[in-house]
């Protein structure tokens, strides 16, 4: 069971140009299974910034994995720490 002192709160905030939503399942599956997140949404119209309620103890994110959904978003990626749950 997840307690909430282990969820926080990130984004993934596009650093030039909206992130492409051709490969988003793709990249909804790869932060779910990968990160690991409990939930992933996109921000915006068109969107600039996914939101990722993660599970663990640090808002990081694996240079492998973030190199690997900048290739799928199609711009590079920059985390922005939102906030730890409460």
Request: proline share 7%; net charge negative; hydrophobic share 45%.
């Amino acid at each position: 069971m997840v307690r909430r002192d282990d969820i926080y709160v990130f984004r993934l905030v596009a650093d030039a140009g909206p992130i492409s939503t051709e490969h988003w399942r793709r990249m909804l599956s790869l932060l779910l299974e990968l990160q690991p997140a409990q939930s992933v949404t996109l921000e915006g119209d068109p969107p600039h910034a996914i939101r990722v309620e993660g599970i663990g103890r640090t808002a990081e994110v694996a240079p492998g994995l973030l190199a690997r959904l900048e290739r799928l978003a199609m711009t590079p990626l920059r985390v922005e720490v939102v906030e730890r749950a409460t």
